[in-house]
């Protein structure tokens, strides 16, 4: 379905890292009134409430959720609510819970309700340490070792099911870890690559909490939106893939994003103090063979290292003058 602007999207999971920024995203390209952002807990960022319509939501409340869908009858959701790969290994049970009631309620829902198309997304949290580290194909031996990842990779085969079984059109990407200005990660293993650039434009250094030589793979922001949204409106012939699809762009070691930093700002400071998160990046891929997104929807990243440091920069320094 390619959503016209009398169509109405449900997000949830609005207030969360990706969540925010789609929710710009779409209100700007359909308009807000057309864009329902739902999330358990209130907006911080005033403007997500007041751009558009804003609903309370905990994805685990079923009865709330058909409430919530029942009043706006989206065609399309983006079910973005999850407790990421850190947060979920310290409160196993709850990441388990969230990560799959939480899809099973949407999935179920959209179902009974009619919704066209929903979006959910994975990460390459469903590999594990038997995964060939470098290049991983979209289909190789996963073994997970994380909930997150368990979750993920559950997630990804249910979803597939419910589109053979109930012919929900469900599509997916395995997001490598993401990067942004405009919001703040919680509770990733990545998360150290957001943080790095704060700590720069605050003029302080930063303690990493992964090893200077833990390749990872990532993904600027920008690139994330653009690869959803074309997910989202390649005709259905198009996706192949019906668990989730490999996404790549990017892949550096935190020993490189500093220099990357450090070519704008030769002064920057990073010490290493891995800490229980090595062992997460230790079991993921180094990089990403995403060629069925290339071949199948036509992916292809815009932004490099260098490109998305000069740009975080830019943005961050402009965040913090206009906050003074
Ligand atoms: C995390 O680090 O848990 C996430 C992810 C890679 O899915 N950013």
């Given at each position: 379905m390619q959503s016209t602007p009398s169509d109405t999207i449900l997000v949830i999971g609005a207030g969360g890292q990706l969540g925010l920024e789609l929710t710009h995203e779409l209100r700007q390209r359909y308009g807000a009134s057309h864009v329902v952002a739902a999330d358990v807990r209130a907006p911080k960022d005033a403007a997500t409430q007041e751009s558009g319509p804003f609903e309370l939501l905990d994805v685990l409340d079923k009865n709330r959720l058909e409430e919530v869908m029942r009043q706006?009858?989206?065609?399309?959701v983006y079910h973005l609510a999850a407790l990421l790969s850190a947060t979920a290994e310290k409160n196993p049970k709850f990441g388990w819970q969230l990560n799959m009631d939480g899809l099973f309620n949407v999935l179920d829902a959209s179902v009974d309700l009619g919704v066209q198309q929903v979006y959910w997304p994975s990460s390459?949290?469903?590999?594990?340490?038997?995964?060939?580290?470098?290049?991983?194909?979209?289909?190789t031996i996963m073994n997970p070792n994380t909930i997150y990842g368990i979750s993920k990779l559950a997630g990804e085969q249910w979803c597939e099911w419910y589109f053979k079984k109930h012919g929900l059109d469900v599509r997916s990407l395995r997001y490598p870890g993401l990067i942004g200005y405009k919001s703040l990660p919680g509770?990733?293993?990545?998360d150290y690559a957001v943080d790095i650039y704060h700590k720069a434009v605050a003029g302080q250094s930063y303690e990493c909490?992964?090893?200077?030589?833990t390749y990872l793979p990532m993904m600027y922001m920008p690139d994330a939106l653009k690869a959803t949204l074309d997910l989202m409106h390649a005709p259905a012939e198009q996706i192949k893939i019906r668990s989730s699809y490999n996404l790549g762009a990017m892949s550096f070691s935190p020993r490189e994003i500093t220099a990357s930093i450090q070519r704008h700002q030769p002064d920057f400071r990073v010490t290493y103090q891995p800490d229980s998160r090595q062992q997460i990046a230790d079991s993921w891929p180094a990089s990403i063979d995403d060629s069925r997104a290339r071949q199948d929807w036509g992916w292809q990243p815009d932004f490099d290292l260098d490109k998305m440091t000069q740009d975080m920069l830019v943005n961050l320094k402009q965040q913090v003058a206009l906050s003074v």
């Open positions: 706006y009858k989206p065609k399309q390459i949290a469903v590999f594990g340490p038997d995964t060939p580290r470098e290049n991983t194909p979209q289909l509770g990733g293993t990545t909490f992964l090893s200077e030589d």
